[in-house]
T-cell receptor, first 112, second 114 residues
Framework: SQELEQSPQSLIVQEGKNLTINCTSSKTLYGLYWYKQKYGEGLIFLMMLQKGGEEKSHEKITAKLDEKKQQSSLHITASQPSHAGIYLCGADILSGTYKYIFGTGTRLKVLA | GAVVSQHPSRVICKSGTSVKIECRSLDFQATTMFWYRQFPKQSLMLMAT?????????EQGVEKDKFLINHASLTLSTLTVTSAHPEDSSFYIC??????????FGSGTQLSVL
């Protein structure tokens, strides 16, 4: 089973619509990161959240980390075709040793 | 900012050959490096954690003899796909970390095995 679950798995929205992607862990996260990617290409770092209750925004993207540091959401306001891609959350987890893993991913398509 | 260089970016090889992928931290010493693979329409799956000077820790289901990882220095880790087969075709990406700091990622290697 995946230790970092993302929902939804895929998302198709009309340009201009708002959307939210969630990332959930059963364990406390030691730092939660959001990335954007296209398959076969590198990762684009979006935001990093470390403190419970923290919220950050950049342009039309807002990310939050809940108080328990086990769930994060990524919200895009007034989506554009340029927002299309794969969104991944990533985090350090303690599973025997510390390791850095990614969520299951959310594929976003924005229709013009 | 810290830069991680991954080479090659793309490789095509015949079935049965071995392929080596390098991951270098250019301006810092990386105590830990991670290797991931990604299939189309899927997320990045952790393959192994590599600590300098010690054996890599492989994730469940990853064949140690198939995917050889060497972390011989604080700036270089290599992943060798031995006797590659078409099912090994995938996108491989590395990341490097300084002690207790954030991760920096390579740009990835697209492997195609014919």
């Amino acid at each position: 089973s995946q230790e970092l679950e993302q929902s939804p798995q895929s998302l198709i929205v009309q340009e201009g619509k708002n959307l939210t992607i969630n990332c959930t862990s059963s364990k406390t996260l030691y730092g939660l990161y959001w990335y954007k990617q296209k398959y076969g290409e590198g990762l684009i770092f979006l935001m990093m959240l470390q403190k419970g209750g923290e919220e950050k925004s950049h342009e039309k993207i807002t990310a939050k980390l809940d108080e328990k540091k086990q769930q994060s959401s990524l919200h895009i306001t007034a989506s554009q075709p340029s927002h299309a891609g794969i969104y991944l959350c990533g985090a350090d987890i303690l599973s025997g040793t510390y390791k850095y893993i990614f969520g299951t991913g959310t594929r976003l398509k924005v229709l013009a | 900012g810290a830069v991680v260089s991954q080479h090659p970016s793309r490789v095509i090889c015949k079935s049965g050959t071995s392929v080596k992928i390098e991951c270098r931290s250019l301006d810092f010493q990386a105590t830990t490096m991670f290797w991931y693979r990604q299939f189309p329409k899927q997320s990045l799956m952790l393959m192994a954690t590599s600590n300098e000077g010690s054996k890599a820790t492989y994730e469940q289901g990853v064949e140690k003899d198939k995917f050889l990882i060497n972390h011989a220095s604080l700036t270089l880790s290599t992943l060798t796909v031995t006797s590659a087969h078409p099912e090994d075709s995938s996108f491989y990406i590395c990341s490097a970390r300084r002690q207790n700091e954030k991760l920096f990622f390579g740009s990835g290697t697209q492997l195609s095995v014919l």
